[in-house]
T-cell receptor, first 116, second 111 residues
């Protein structure tokens, strides 16, 4: 199993550009989520999904869109990049929520995004 | 709003020492608490998950305890090694499926 994979590893954008951060998992997990990690702020939830076709907002959803057309993939779209979106982005997955220790979350290696 | 605090922010210990990392949360109505490890430039690795009905979990040299009523958890690391150097994060799940993270404790184990 590759686990949770993220592409690209690093990206530089100009203000106003759009892009998609890719996330895929091969563990057949129902739950997937996106976090951003900023110095002094910890990890904050952007969006999450409890299954294909179902998404919901987290703590900091503004400026980001998600969709979940398959169990495996959960892309994060930046609509119009801003310097405030400079961050490290992590994707995570876990089996069906509410299933005890099956809730252990598996994280991808992260995407470092710099918006100029 | 749930808030998670980790103290200390950084800790340096000599190799072989036993140590305790602390995590506190403001809302005791949680489903579970997880401890993660993060190495520089890497993603997070889950170490232990404690359900709200449990008091502790153990994995090798790691032991995590949970006192839900007081809003506290500790991660005990026995016989620390230089390879344990990393940032340790705790996170709680309450209500929806969202995790609320602390800012972490950066641990350095000196050979």
């Amino acid at each position: 199993n590759a686990g949770v994979t993220q592409t690209p590893k690093f990206q530089v954008l100009k203000t106003g550009q759009s892009m998609t951060l890719q996330c895929a998992q091969d563990m057949n997990h129902e739950y997937m989520s996106w976090y951003r990690q900023d110095p002094g702020m910890g990890l904050r939830l952007i969006h999450y999904s409890v299954g294909a076709g179902i998404t919901d907002q987290g703590e900091v959803p503004n400026g980001y869109n998600v969709s979940r057309s398959t169990t495996e993939d959960f892309p994060l779209r930046l609509l119009s990049a801003a310097p405030s979106q400079t961050s490290v982005y992590f994707c995570a997955s876990s089996p069906t929520p509410g299933q005890g220790h099956a809730e252990t979350q598996y994280f991808g290696p992260g995407t470092r995004l710099l918006v100029l | 709003k749930q808030e998670v605090t980790q103290i200390p922010a950084a800790l340096s210990v000599p190799e072989g020492e036993n140590l305790v990392l602390n995590c506190s949360f403001t809302d005791s109505a949680i489903y579970n608490l997880q401890w993660f490890r993060q190495d520089p430039g890497k993603g997070l690795t889950s170490l232990l998950l404690i359900q709200s009905s449990q008091r502790e979990q153990t994995s090798g040299r790691l032991n995590a305890s949970l006192d839900k009523s007081s809003g506290r958890s500790t991660l005990y690391i026995a016989a620390s090694q230089p390879g344990d150097s990393a940032t340790y994060l705790c996170a709680v799940r309450a209500g929806s499926y969202q995790l609320t993270f602390g800012k972490g404790t950066k641990l350095s184990v000196i050979p």
